[in-house]
């Protein structure tokens, strides 16, 4: 049981160079992906957490302007890298897109780009809280197929074997649409506000 599904076609046809700080350090990650949102996953289960969303961007561009930025970025900061942090998989961490020290130089490179390209940058919570508003009614469907099988999982299952993976997964996502501030009421049934609200 994972969490809610995301489309395969959630990147198709666009590169995002992306800037995620680290919440509360001066340590930030750059790289390039076509899905942001699974990228973050990767680098940590509970990303809204970890890194900062509200000082975190997003370039749209094409693949291989997001190479070349990239790239730039990694040459010019190259004696700022730093180890990623330890709950980070060694898996998905990277070992040279990680920086100490350079947030401001980065952003500014960036919004140069922008302007400079005419390319939207979006700021990190904005573009994960479109991506959800997005799939709204996948989201509502997601949870009703959730809710039921909690309440079967809770009446057909020994208590011994109950493994729990449809609460977490939905729990999961509870959370994070409430981190990037989205209205929960209006994106989940009241049965799952109500199953939140008492567990």
């Given at each position: 049981?994972?969490?809610?599904?995301?489309?395969?076609?959630?990147?198709?046809?666009?590169?995002?160079?992306?800037?995620?700080?680290?919440?509360?350090?001066?340590?930030?990650?750059?790289?390039?992906?076509?899905?942001?949102?699974?990228?973050?996953?990767?680098?940590?289960?509970?990303?809204?957490?970890?890194f900062d969303l509200d000082r975190g961007y997003l370039l749209e561009t094409r693949l291989?302007?997001?190479?070349?930025?990239?790239?730039?970025?990694?040459?010019?900061?190259?004696?700022?890298?730093?180890?990623?942090?330890?709950?980070?998989?060694?898996?998905?961490?990277?070992?040279?897109?990680?920086?100490?020290?350079?947030?401001?130089?980065?952003?500014?490179?960036?919004?140069?780009?922008?302007?400079?390209?005419?390319?939207?940058?979006?700021?990190?919570?904005?573009?994960?809280?479109?991506?959800?508003?997005?799939?709204?009614?996948?989201?509502?469907?997601?949870?009703?197929?959730?809710?039921?099988?909690?309440?079967?999982?809770?009446?057909?299952?020994?208590?011994?074997?109950?493994?729990?993976?449809?609460?977490?997964?939905?729990?999961?996502?509870?959370?994070?649409?409430?981190?990037?501030?989205?209205?929960?009421?209006?994106?989940?049934?009241?049965?799952?506000?109500?199953?939140?609200?008492?567990?």
């Amino acid at each position: 049981m994972d969490e809610f599904v995301m489309p395969r076609t959630l990147g198709k046809g666009r590169t995002y160079v992306y800037l995620f700080p680290w919440r509360e350090q001066d340590l930030l990650k750059v790289g390039f992906s076509r899905q942001p949102l699974v990228r973050l996953r990767t680098l940590h289960r509970r990303f809204f957490e970890v890194f900062d969303l509200d000082r975190g961007y997003l370039l749209e561009t094409r693949l291989a302007q997001a190479r070349q930025i990239e790239r730039d970025i990694i040459l010019r900061h190259a004696e700022q890298r730093s180890p990623a942090p330890l709950v980070v998989p060694d898996a998905a961490a990277g070992y040279s897109e990680w920086f100490r020290g350079v947030y401001p130089a980065v952003t500014a490179a960036l919004r140069d780009v922008a302007e400079r390209e005419g390319l939207a940058l979006h700021s990190l919570r904005d573009w994960l809280r479109q991506w959800f508003e997005s799939q709204g009614d996948g989201l509502y469907e997601w949870s009703l197929r959730m809710l039921d099988a909690i309440e079967y999982e809770a009446f057909n299952v020994p208590a011994e074997f109950q493994r729990g993976e449809a609460a977490r997964a939905l729990r999961y996502v509870m959370d994070a649409c409430e981190a990037i501030g989205l209205p929960l009421a209006r994106f989940f049934p009241d049965g799952a506000m109500a199953w939140r609200a008492s567990s």
